[in-house]
Structures are given as C-alpha cells and as structure tokens.
C-alpha cells in the first residue's frame, strides 16, 4: 500500500488506461470521425466531439515539451522524499501530451525538447504511473 495519492477506477475509460499501464502499456486513444490522437482518457473526442474513440497502444517516446522542477514538498509530504523532481509535458510521438515525471537524470539535465522514452512505476497491485526518462 503507498501513502501516494492513486488515481480512481471508477470509470471505464479511465479502468482501460490504468490495466494497460500497470502491464507496462502506454495506451491513448484516437477519433475515428476526426482522426486526432487525445489522452487524457475520456468517453468522447475532446476536438469535435464524438463518442466514437478508440484505444491505441503508443510506443512510448516522445520529448519534453514543458518541464518545472519541484524543489519543496508542500502539502503532500508523501513526495517529501522525491524532492527535487521534474513534472513535464511530454508531446508523444503519436501526437498528445501527457503530464508526468521525467525520471532517471538529474533535474537540471532536464531540457525542452529532450527525446525520453516511457517507463513505469508500480505504486499498486493495480496502478503503475507512467514516467518518462532521457533516450
């Protein structure tokens, strides 16, 4: 059990992303109408609006898009011990961004544009988050 907040499985959608990343999958989904790449997961296309959404296994790389470094843990003092870390958007290979860690170097090697690649940490029996670390 972590002391780190977890994200719900309470909706389909978001069951489906968390299954395949705690298999150490990174899944987006993908509009059949208009075609576009979105994540985060969601029952409906984020750019024109249709329920018909699919699921697409993703390779995994991708580069920093925008990154802070985090130097103080405030009020989740679970993180406490992970300080300094780096909290990044990540513009994936297959088209979206996706909020998460950049792992694996020092913080101030971090750059905009960096090509990192996915990997994940298993915080549950059920949820692996995934985190991002230099190619």
Do not use: K
Request: proline share 7%; charged share 25%; net charge negative.
């Amino acid at each position: 059990m972590t002391d780190r907040p977890t994200p719900s499985l309470d909706n389909e959608a978001d069951r489906t992303f968390w299954r395949a990343a705690a298999d150490e999958r990174l899944l987006v989904q993908q509009c059949n109408d208009c075609e576009t790449p979105q994540f985060f997961p969601r029952s409906w296309c984020q750019y024109c609006g249709s329920e018909d959404v699919e699921w697409i296994e993703t390779d995994g790389t991708g580069h920093v898009h925008t990154y802070t470094v985090v130097r103080r843990a405030t009020e989740l003092q679970s993180f406490a011990d992970s300080v300094p870390y780096v909290v990044a958007y990540v513009e994936l290979e297959a088209g979206p961004r996706i909020c998460t860690n950049v792992v694996g170097c020092d913080p101030e090697t971090v750059e905009i544009g960096m090509p990192v690649e996915v990997t994940f940490e298993h915080v549950t029996d059920e949820v692996a988050l995934p985190h991002f670390e230099p190619r």
